[in-house]
């Protein structure tokens, strides 16, 4: 077995600081963007854990097609994907891969008529195009039209799974580990009172994260106040649903980073500070989080993994269309920042207790 890359490996053969490798890495600010790909070719070229799987990506050959065939990547969304967005990331990386493969991507705006109509974009010629990229498509209805189009089809997220799979491939980040840790070490440090702010029939990435609070919960044995449970929409509908509240409880779990800067302004309205009154909680790692006032606690995203196995289903399912439908979820990452206080050292303070008071015998 070859040794063990680490980022310290990573930072002597470029000559920069661990810390820097790390941000590269962890899609950290605060570095120029040349570095952070020179950082980024080098771990994987070194086989570091985290990107040995992009080694395997040239090894995907493209389907073997007649002259003429279709080689476009469909990608349909309802957003202007910016770089705030999660899958801005991932789409640079997943264009730059299908290209050594011989496939081109063209982005489709879906717009409220076509969900309307369950018709497609004007620019969509399915012709052209070999397989459909679905990001930000929640609308079960426009979902299934998609799917019925005879093409293969990949969605990154999906509409809230009604009981029927969806005839199509799913990709997912991994929505429920990182929120179970987040509740169990906020219960450690004597936090009771824990509440969700977030439209959770919004996506299926927003179910599975509201899912796992509750399970979370449930598995500490500390109840769920269902007043604390806040199914809402955007700034106007946060401020509506906190305003009505009697009280407010110890922390807010958000579906995501843009509702927790939504329920953050509105808290500020109320006189309400992050985290003396109140710690607040966030998901996506986006650049905003790291930069509010206080940086917010998330779940980061490790959208080089999502790349690579968007590339993976989509040109397995050209290549073998009729393979069974398939659901990945991938790794996701808990970040404590200073929304939730000095929890961290909370935590290390009660893990020390905790080990200071077991028999001798029963120290590991």
């Given at each position: 077995m070859g040794k063990k890359i680490t980022i310290q490996d990573i930072a002597e053969e470029l000559g920069v600081s661990r810390n820097t490798v790390s941000k590269a890495i962890n899609n950290g600010s605060g570095i120029a963007d040349a570095t952070r790909e020179r950082i980024l070719r080098k771990a994987v070229e070194m086989g570091y854990k985290q990107f040995s799987?992009?080694?395997?990506?040239?090894?995907?050959?493209?389907?073997?097609?007649?002259?003429g065939a279709a080689k476009e990547i469909a990608l349909l969304t309802t957003v202007f994907l910016n770089h705030s967005h999660f899958a801005s990331v991932m789409l640079d990386s997943f264009q730059q891969e299908i290209s050594l493969l011989g496939y081109t991507m063209n982005t489709h705006r879906i717009r409220e008529e076509?969900?309307?109509?369950?018709?497609?974009p004007a620019t969509f010629h399915r012709e052209h195009a070999a397989a459909i990229l679905c990001i930000e498509v929640f609308d079960r209805p426009y979902a299934e039209m998609i799917c019925s189009l005879?093409?293969?089809?990949?969605?990154?997220?999906?509409?809230?799974?009604?009981?029927?799979?969806?005839?199509?491939?799913?990709?997912?980040?991994e929505?429920?580990?990182?929120?179970?840790?987040?509740v169990r070490d906020l219960i450690q440090t004597g936090k009771r009172r824990i509440g969700f702010i977030g439209n959770y029939m919004h996506c299926q990435s927003f179910f599975e994260r509201y899912a796992a609070f509750r399970c979370a919960m449930r598995l500490s044995?500390?109840?769920?106040?269902?007043?604390?449970?806040?199914?809402?929409?955007?700034y106007d509908e946060i401020r509506e649903k906190l305003r009505d509240?009697?009280?407010?409880?110890?922390?807010?779990?958000?579906a995501n980073d843009f509702v927790a800067m939504d329920a953050l302004r509105v808290l500020r309205e109320m006189g309400k500070t992050v985290p003396d009154d109140i710690w607040l909680c966030g998901?996506?790692?986006?650049?905003?989080?790291?930069?509010?006032?206080?940086?917010?606690?998330?779940?980061?995203i490790h959208t080089q993994i999502m790349t690579f196995s968007a590339v993976h289903l989509l040109m397995s399912r050209i290549k073998e269309p009729n393979l069974d439908y398939r659901a990945i979820h991938t790794q996701t990452e808990l970040i404590w920042r200073e929304s939730t206080g000095n929890i961290n050292l909370n935590i290390n303070n009660i893990k020390n207790k905790i080990n200071a008071e077991k028999p001798e015998g029963d120290a590991q």
């Open positions: 799987y992009l080694n395997t990506v040239s090894s995907i050959s493209a389907p073997r097609e007649p002259d076509h969900l309307a109509t369950r018709s497609l005879g093409l293969p089809v990949l969605f990154v997220d999906a509409p809230v799974c009604d009981g029927d799979f969806l005839p199509a491939d799913q990709l997912y980040m929505n429920a580990s990182g929120i179970i840790k987040l044995g500390v109840p769920v106040e269902e007043t604390d449970c806040l199914k809402c929409d955007g509240m009697r009280s407010l409880p110890e922390v807010f779990l958000c998901f996506d790692d986006s650049p905003e989080s790291r930069m509010m006032t206080p940086p917010l606690t998330t779940i980061h």
